[in-house]
Nanobody, 124 residues
Framework: QVQLVESGGGLVQAGGSLRLSCAAS????????MGWFRQAPGKEREFVVG????????YYADSVKGRFTISRDNAQNTVYLQMNSLKPEDTAVYYC?????????????????WGQGTQVTVSS
């Protein structure tokens, strides 16, 4: 079955960096669009960034544009999220997601598979 496993979360000071990884198994990785979402305490899960199925298009939420970078390694079935210049408001559980129905998904409903999440905490 399809599994997405995130790693790389942790505690970091404001202005610092973290790199999240999402290892995928049980799917033809190159045939899936991938995305990262996050959910802060008491808030709804929100879109962070998406990477198109063909790999040619990325789309970032305005709140992370210029600070976060998504990348993927199809040979390793892994997608990464490099997060720089972190802010306390970036504190959340970060989720990796995969979808085969749309070339690029920007909403929760576009995604079929989800990881368990990894906690990112940014201290001020």
């Amino acid at each position: 079955q399809v599994q997405l496993v995130e790693s790389g979360g942790g505690l970091v000071q404001a202005g610092g960096s973290l790199r999240l990884s999402c290892a995928a198994s049980g799917l033809t990785f190159s045939s899936y669009a991938m995305g990262w979402f996050r959910q802060a305490p008491g808030k709804e899960r929100e879109f962070v960034v998406g990477w198109s199925r063909g790999g040619g298009t990325t789309y970032y939420a305005d709140s992370v544009k210029g600070r976060f970078t998504i990348s993927r390694d199809n040979a390793q079935n892994t997608v990464y999220l490099q997060m720089n210049s972190l802010k306390p408001e970036d504190t959340a559980v970060y989720y990796c997601a995969a979808n085969s129905r749309y070339d690029l998904g920007l909403t929760l409903s576009a995604y079929d598979y989800w990881g368990q999440g990894t906690q990112v905490t940014v201290s001020s």
